[in-house]
């Protein structure tokens, strides 16, 4: 038995039908991996822990986190967001156990709420990665406690550590979305590396807004 647990994290917030889109696909290539979901709404993916509807900040996604990874039972999790389209390939890599996080390298983000037509590459993402869990789990525990405390959007919290013991994975492509759902609308992309209007793994701007129910 493969020792990750695949671990989902939602304020089910997204764009009507995409989040269905998003899991429907998560449900397509996890395998047997067994699957935890942390959810603000009742969910039908995995064992579903429903914290109730909170303000979308990350302390609060952190929270869920820490929620989630108190009930993993394997060595490592392999997170899973509301607004990133994996491939195959993701649910498939096998840890070498030398390091403690291995970050998929070949993430490309897509801004629909701005009428983006183009992928432009950001290379990793804290939404597609394979994390040591005890490690994961004591590092949230020291910025948030071990209470349940959730946090209102203006609140601040000390920065999460991210742990030195890093390498990356991956071949196909990870789309992260900038939906109005996000925490964030922007993001850190690369300027070295062109911006593309097609992915080899996914198709054109428009063929992937059509799967996945965005305008």
Known sequence: MRDITILYYSANNQPEGFEEKIIENIKTHAGNLPIISVTHKPTDLGQNIVVGV????????????????REVKTKYVLTCESDVLYPADYFTFEPDGKFKVYRYNNVWVLFPRK?????????????????????????????????????????????????????????????????????????????????????????????????????
């Open 54 to 69: 909170h303000d979308v900040c990350y302390p609060n996604l952190f929270r869920q986190v820490q929620i989630g990874l």
């Open 115 to 215: 009428g983006g037509n183009k992928f432009h590459y950001k290379g990793f993402s804290d939404g597609a990665q394979l994390v040591d869990k005890e490690m994961w789990l004591r590092d949230i525990t020291k910025c948030l406690g071990d209470k349940t405390v959730w946090y209102n959007k203006d609140e601040k919290i000390k920065t999460i550590s991210y742990h030195s013991n890093i390498k990356g994975f991956g071949d196909d492509n990870v789309i992260t979305f900038k939906t109005d759902g996000n925490v964030r609308h922007s993001t850190w992309c690369s300027r070295a590396i062109r911006p593309k209007k097609r992915l080899k793994t996914w198709g054109t701007i428009k063929e992937i807004k059509a799967r996945m129910n965005l305008k």
